[in-house]
């Protein structure tokens, strides 16, 4: 099992900007392809995000050319830079593998935008 932490969220205006970050209790090069996701309340959880061991990345097209996913194997983080965010990008936020684990789930970061 692991453990992923996220941190970065928070209350901001549209078009504002965030950063999140998640460090997971095992090497990212072993686990493989990184995903953030995100939840809605009552909702399931959808992949926003996603980056491969070799830096291939996709990107819901809701979120594509505002949001980058990043890989830093050394500092073994997964990073998610949010810019001109909306108000239907509030959520929680959670980082896991592709596919994802279940039991692997964090407590995630809320993102919550409105004016």
């Known amino acids: 099992q692991v453990q992923f932490v996220e941190s970065g969220g928070g209350s901001v205006q549209p078009g504002e900007s965030l950063t999140l970050s998640c460090a997971p209790s095992k090497s990212i090069s072993e686990i493989g392809t990184m995903a953030w996701y995100r939840q809605l309340p009552g909702s399931q959880i959808e992949m926003v995000a996603r980056?491969?061991?070799?830096?291939?990345?996709f990107y819901i097209d809701h979120v594509q050319g505002r949001f980058t996913i990043t890989r830093n194997n050394a500092k073994n983080t997964v990073t998610l830079q949010m810019k001109n965010l909306k108000p239907e990008d509030s959520g929680t936020y959670l980082c896991?593998?592709?596919?994802?684990?279940?039991?692997?789930w964090g407590q995630g970061t809320q993102v919550s935008v409105s004016s």
């Open positions: 896991n593998r592709v596919p994802p684990r279940h039991g692997d």
């Open positions: 980056v491969s061991n070799t830096g291939s990345r």
